[in-house]
T-cell receptor, first 118, second 106 residues
């Protein structure tokens, strides 16, 4: 099946620094990638949808200047948490689909990135 | 595997009718979640039910959980055209099934 990777798997950083998380589709072209955040023992929360070559669409309540998303190629999307603070500590998960987000198109999830901000 | 499996694969109903879909899983869980995916959008969390709960409501959504049968159901009452989407269940390890595609006809 299709594989989506994330890098890094986990990261610990100091408050105020920026952290970049990469999401790659390894064996298919991902026209659409999604970024989710999951707090401990809570559900996935959709943060934004990014389509290759265009600006990401952010969900209500998600600060676009805080969480910068770039989807420059069909196999790579990046999420940059700018000026991270302890409340940004979370599990960040990306998913990718090659079906332009069409209903029924399978969505493949990455393994997630654990961010801890000290 | 704890993957949730939804049934039916697809469902077409008239606006105003109720839609029911089921989810089965294989091992013990701490909670089960239902998500919706509209065309072109990511998964949106609908409702989480914990293993010690049997039923939960949220607006027009009603979720039941039967841990003895390892199954859950999602009922959407008085469906609307905007409910047209794919619905997924996931166990606490976030293993998703293939989903149920619901089409609500006006």
């Amino acid at each position: 099946g299709a594989v989506v990777s994330q890098h890094p798997s986990w990261v610990i950083c100091k408050s105020g620094t920026s952290v970049k998380i990469e999401c790659r589709s390894l064996d298919f072209q991902a026209t659409t990638m999604f970024w989710y955040r999951q707090f401990p023992k809570q559900s996935l929360m959709l943060m934004a949808t990014s389509n290759e070559g265009s600006k990401a669409t952010y969900e209500q309540g998600v600060e676009k200047d805080k969480f910068l998303i770039n989807h420059a190629s069909l196999t790579l999307s990046t999420l940059t948490v700018t000026s991270a603070h302890p409340e940004d500590s979370s599990f960040y998960i990306c998913s990718a689909t090659g079906g332009a987000g069409l209903a029924g198109a399978p969505q493949f999830f990455g393994p997630g990135t654990r961010l801890t901000v000290l | 595997s704890q993957q949730g499996e939804e049934d039916p694969q697809a469902l077409s109903i008239q606006e105003g009718e109720n839609a029911t879909m089921n989810c089965s899983y294989k091992t013990s869980i701490n909670n089960l979640q239902w998500y919706r995916q509209n065309s072109g959008r990511g998964l949106v969390h609908l409702i989480l039910i914990r293993s010690n709960e049997r039923e939960k409501h949220s607006g027009r959504l009603r979720v039941t959980l039967d841990t003895s049968k390892k199954s859950s159901s999602l009922l959407i009452t008085a469906s609307r055209a905007a409910d047209t989407a794919s619905y997924f269940c996931a166990t606490d390890e976030l293993s998703f099934g293939a989903g149920t595609t619901v089409t609500v006809r006006a």
